[in-house]
DNA sequence: CAATGATCCTGTCCGC
DNA sequence: TGCGGACAGGATCATT
């Protein structure tokens, strides 16, 4: 389940992929998987690669003739690159058939994954509202004072809300959580100004670090159970039978979600 | 507007 | 060995 930090590293490896590569065409093995805009005219391609960027958890890229390309992976999408010339592989829902007879193919299990077209122009209209990017230099305690302001919802829910935060998934919310010593069930607007301090900049920190670790809880997160090394490390109480104090973590749900914190350590 | 809940989907795992 | 059910969760839509 890619967050933020894991679709900044797709983005990277897909940013590296694309540079002075055109599509030639877009191959479609689920309906719905790809969504067009209305707009755009009959043949977009061939469309040369321009930019990419990420909002939240969305992945965008330029082309030339005003066209956008918007992916969002949800839970199990990928994007592989792949220069085999065997037809599609399992589960694979979409394909970017590259100049220079190269692939990018769209991988997702469980179908939720989204490849959006359309002009650049209209992707006000195809993009949510998002909330600030938790790496902005403006996301700090004001911030968070502002968007929480009043809200009786449980902080870990607020901090899942797109709207208000851009980016952050169940896994980091839990960890960022754990290290603000925030417990995941107090009420958003009960929160004092001196810990959303912390809770800022723990954000901050923990993304940072994913990022520099290249968002090592990509792939399956059945997987991520199994992982040893950095992101095993990292975690420090996601799916954890003890916080790195000892103390037993405790496991509950909040909107259909797992939470796992430490009821002593996160008062 | 805010809060909550159902829904989509498939592979994996657990208990019987 | 096989099967049913729980579970994983981002975003969207419906309801209160």
């Known amino acids: ?53 990420r909002r939240g958890k969305y992945i965008i890229l330029n082309f030339s003739g005003d066209l956008s390309v918007i992916v969002h992976l949800r839970m199990t999408g990928k994007l592989v690159a792949d220069s085999s ?36 122009k209209n992707l006000g209209k195809f993009m949510p509202d998002l909330g600030m990017e938790p790496l902005a230099d403006e996301f700090d305690a004001r911030y968070l004072e502002k968007i929480l302001k009043n809200r009786k919802a449980p902080i870990k829910t607020l901090m899942l809300d797109q709207k208000l935060i851009a980016g952050l998934g169940n896994i980091y919310v839990n960890e960022i959580l754990y290290r603000s010593k ?31 670790k290249n968002g090592t809880s990509i792939s399956d997160f059945r997987n991520v159970d199994n992982k040893t090394g950095e992101f095993q490390k990292f975690l420090r109480v996601y799916q954890k039978e003890t916080c790195p104090k000892g103390h037993p973590v405790s496991r509950i749900k909040q909107a259909q979600r797992s939470t796992y914190f430490c009821p002593v350590c996160q008062k």
């Open 1 to 53: 389940m890619p967050e933020l930090p894991e679709v900044q590293t797709i983005i990277d490896g897909v940013t590296t992929e694309l540079m002075g590569k055109e599509i030639r065409s877009l191959d479609c093995f689920h309906p719905g998987t790809v969504i067009r805009d209305p707009e755009l005219p009959e043949e977009v391609f061939p469309a040369e690669f321009i930019s990419s960027r």
């Open 182 to 212: 925030l417990n995941p069930t107090v009420p958003g607007g009960e929160i004092p100004l001196s810990k959303l301090k912390i809770l800022a900049k723990e954000t901050k920190e923990v993304l940072r670090e994913a990022i520099s």
């Open 85 to 120: 010339q065997e037809g599609p592989v399992n589960h694979e829902r979409a394909c970017f058939m590259l100049s220079g007879s190269s692939k990018l193919r769209f991988i997702d299990i469980r179908t939720f994954g989204k490849i959006i077209l359309c002009k650049t």
